[in-house]
């Protein structure tokens, strides 16, 4: 994985000529990496630490000391203006063409929407999955035409604008994502149906390299795996068509709890 961001970062260091692009992703593969060695370790608290290592930085210095919005908001700023620049540059890796090697574990580890949700009480559903994941792409569909509306009617201090609105919409996330998890008892339902970046994330965590995967001989069918999971992933069934299949964040409460260790 230090290797993956590596190439990244000294790709684009050479590519853009700027040495931020090194230093940023280097910061973000060497978190990830001890974070990983800290799982390797079985220590308890290895995911958190990197969701506050990644989550922390990309909130409080990319997004309050750069004045960059990384929300999907400034996604869509750049795309428009044709700039292969900080939000493009992350969705790029991060969110549309990372999931093919790590599928959707930018959400169990770097994101900082769901490094506060984690913290929440109810880390086990206590209800079945609801049928409104449609939210998130009338949220996602909202974020562009809020964008595109921008252009469209040529609205002046346009970076000014995507500050407020990074700022503003991380607040309504963080309220709406605290509000449902208390309201459905369960601290990823934010993210399983209103967070916009999953419409970006599903695709290619379908042919994700990285997956949860059962050993059958192993496994007693005791469920406990399906009952942990926060995503609600029928993890005993390695097909790719598996319910929730490209939900799955990576996090590993399944492999941790398996009383055979059947999962890896």
């Known amino acids: ?45 290895s995911r958190r630490v990197v969701q506050l290592l990644v989550g922390i930085y990309m909130l ?3 997004g309050f000391v750069c004045n960059e919005n990384m929300q999907i908001e400034g ?29 959707r574990g930018w959400c169990g580890y770097a994101c900082w929407t769901a490094m506060v949700l984690d913290f929440l009480p109810y880390k086990i559903p206590a209800r079945p999955r609801k049928k409104i994941g449609f939210v998130r792409y009338v949220m996602f569909a ?24 990074f700022l503003v919409g991380n607040i309504l996330y963080y309220a709406a ?3 449902l998890a208390f309201a459905f008892k369960d601290n990823r ?19 994700s390299i990285l997956r ?10 005791c469920k406990k795996c399906e ?15 598996r319910e929730n299949g490209t939900e799955c964040i990576l996090c590993m409460e399944c492999v941790k709890n398996c009383p055979k260790q059947a999962l890896r």
């Open 227 to 241: 009952t942990i999971c926060p995503m609600g992933v029928e993890i005993t069934n390695n097909s790719r068509r």
């Open 1 to 45: 994985m230090l290797v993956i961001f590596e190439t990244v970062a000294v790709t684009l260091w050479i590519a853009k000529d700027n040495l931020f692009f090194l230093f940023n992703f280097s910061y973000i593969g060497c978190a990830i990496s001890l974070g990983l060695f800290l799982t390797i370790k079985k220590y308890r608290h």
């Open 60 to 62: 409080v210095y990319l």
């Open 142 to 165: 909202a974020s562009l035409a809020f964008v595109a509306a921008l252009f469209l009617f040529k609205a002046g201090n346009l970076e000014r604008i995507m500050f407020w609105s």
């Open 189 to 207: 339902a934010f993210c399983k149906y209103i967070c916009p970046i999953t419409v970006f994330l599903k695709p290619m965590s379908y042919f």
């Open 75 to 103: 996604f869509w700023y750049y795309l428009f203006m044709g700039v292969f620049e900080a939000a493009t540059i992350h969705y790029a890796v991060a969110k549309i063409f990372g999931p093919l090697i790590f599928g």
């Open 177 to 179: 994502g605290i509000a």
């Open 212 to 221: 949860i995967k059962c050993d059958k001989e192993k496994c007693v069918s």
